[in-house]
């Protein structure tokens, strides 16, 4: 297909994605908004409504990505991007979708197959974007880092909220271990997937929705300063979070991947 056929059809997809993420934001689609279901199923890895914002930032630079694939069609780099990443695109966006609808109608557990794959798909975009790296390229390698880690950290707290929803008694261990024992192994896990990206960018959005799980902590429309040693977990999980993408950046020769990816 054309390239400059697939860059819109990946414009297309994003803005019908966006009109139903906005629809699933007001309550349109049952009647229920995003936020009022996440606060029927409140955990203690709960970011603050606030962190939420870092959605606004991640479609703005989606679609000035979209509108750079249309417009610098004779870019060898963005050439190679619509080739490589348009068909997982569309997969992530129809999965956001899915996941989208599915929270709305209250079924948890399918929105928790529908974001594992959306994550996945994120995943594996940002695979393709290490291989064809050329240059000091910004906007796509930190769209899609930006996008990967803030469903990286969504998908932890949609199944932990799947949990409270379905009543699982956590083994006999309390839910403070629980949510102190889930911040850490996320950590790692950021870890273990940046093998494959070499993201810098990807752990940032894990460290603000652990900012946010602190605020949501220390907050009195949240938990009002209970469990302090959960608090400072998610303040000591935020510092190392900022660490590792720091260490990343400079192994990258400060470029947000590797600027020789593709041969390594």
């Known amino acids: 297909m054309d390239r400059t056929k697939n860059a819109w059809i990946n414009a297309m997809f ?8 906005a629809m699933g934001a007001f309550g349109l689609i049952n009647g229920l908004s995003q936020k009022e279901i996440s606060d029927m199923y409140i955990t203690l890895i709960t970011p603050s ?21 249309i417009i610098k069609k004779d870019d060898p780099y963005y050439q190679k991007a619509v080739d490589e990443i348009s068909l997982l695109f569309r997969v992530s966006s129809i999965l956001n979708m899915g996941w989208i609808v599915a929270f709305s109608f209250l ?11 959306f994550v996945i798909a994120l995943s594996l975009i940002l695979i393709k974007l290490k291989r064809i790296q050329s240059g000091k390229r910004f906007l796509l390698p930190l769209t899609f880092g930006l996008y ?33 024992i889930i911040l850490s192994v996320s950590v ?14 990807f752990p940032i959005p894990v460290a603000w929705a652990y900012f946010g799980i602190y605020q949501f902590l220390k907050s009195p ?11 400072m977990v998610s303040l000591g999980g935020m ?8 260490i990343q950046l400079y192994k990258n020769q400060f470029a947000l991947i590797p600027l020789k990816a593709g041969r390594h």
């Open 14 to 21: 994003l803005l019908v994605t966006l009109g139903i993420n």
């Open 188 to 201: 790692v896990l950021v870890l273990v997937v940046m093998l494959s990206n070499r993201n810098a960018s």
């Open 107 to 117: 079924q948890l557990e399918l929105s928790v197959v529908f974001i594992l794959g």
């Open 148 to 180: 990967t880690g803030w469903l990286f950290i969504a998908t932890v707290v949609n199944i932990a909220a799947t949990l409270v929803k379905l009543k699982w008694d956590g083994l006999g261990i309390g839910n403070e271990m629980w949510a102190m």
């Open 239 to 246: 510092a190392a979070l900022i660490g590792i993408a720091a």
């Open 49 to 69: 409504p606030s962190t939420f914002s870092i959605w606004s930032v991640i479609y703005s630079l989606l679609i000035l990505s979209m509108i750079l694939m």
């Open 221 to 231: 429309a949240g938990f009002n300063g209970q469990y302090g040693l959960l608090q």
